[in-house]
């Protein structure tokens, strides 16, 4: 039996303009009603709550643990200073236990801020370190523990439009990523072979531990803003604005 051109023609056409709803379980907002910001932000964070698995078929990857890519890294020193660092093998835990999630949406600047608050977030990852420290000489690449108490994590997203199967869809251009925290707790795991060294080693961070959490930002800005920057556009090419936000065409 010969298939009817018309009907081929009206199945390609159907499949070329196919566009994804939000996951299931997502909460949608309506940008046109006063409590939007208070909506957009328990949308945010119940969806960030639901990725414990991930939702192979958006692109969004499980968050608990979140097991970072091969490209999360960050290298700190030089020649000049005499001490190289890298952190690498990224395993964060923590990242869907939100407190509470504050999200605005400038849709005329094409900008999206999420501040997250925690009561505790968790690094498992490699450490490396080279150079010398007083006077021992250190190479070594050991495992090491960062845990963030009370941290606040804010994401800036920003975002252009464009148009795909006569839809509207936004893809984000730009992402910045800033964590702090007044309290940090870290351990290495046998970094030196002298336990009291090792110890005396962690405390010192510890005690310097703002100041050390912002210059590791300012040295590798960019360590985990392309990881969700990569995210957030999975979700984004396979639904339209209209499907994201009620109001928004």
Not at 161 to 180: A, G, P, Q, W
Not at 194 to 223: H, T
Request: aromatic share 12%; charged share 25%; with cysteine.
């Amino acid at each position: 039996m010969k298939a009817n051109p018309s009907f081929i023609f009206l199945l390609i056409l159907i499949k070329g303009h196919h566009f994804e709803k939000l996951p299931s379980g997502f909460q949608k907002c309506d940008i046109r009603k006063p409590d939007f910001d208070r909506c957009l932000s328990q949308a945010i964070q119940g969806a960030i709550g639901q990725l414990k698995q991930p939702i192979d078929d958006y692109g969004l990857p499980q968050m608990e643990p979140f097991i970072a890519p091969d490209y999360v890294r960050c290298e700190l020193g030089n020649e000049t200073n005499g001490i190289r660092q890298k952190y690498f093998n990224y395993k964060v835990s923590g990242l869907t236990k939100i407190v509470k999630t504050d999200a605005k949406l400038d849709f005329s600047g094409r900008t999206l801020t999420i501040t997250l608050f925690y009561d505790k977030v968790t690094f498992n990852l490699d450490y490396q370190l080279v150079g010398r420290i007083i006077v021992l000489y250190v190479n070594n690449t050991t495992k090491a523990t960062i845990t963030m108490i009370k941290p606040t994590f804010k994401i800036i997203y920003t975002m252009e439009t464009y148009k795909k199967n006569n839809e509207k869809y936004l893809k984000v251009v730009d992402t910045v990523f800033r964590m702090s925290a007044k309290k940090g707790m870290v351990h290495f795991r046998d970094l030196f072979k002298n336990k009291r060294l090792n110890e005396d080693i962690c405390i010192a961070i510890e005690e310097e531990w703002e100041d050390g959490l912002e210059y590791w930002q300012n040295s590798s800005p960019k360590v985990f803003s392309n990881a969700f920057e990569t995210i957030f556009n999975n979700l984004l090419e396979k639904v339209p604005v209209k499907e994201l936000v009620d109001g928004l065409e």
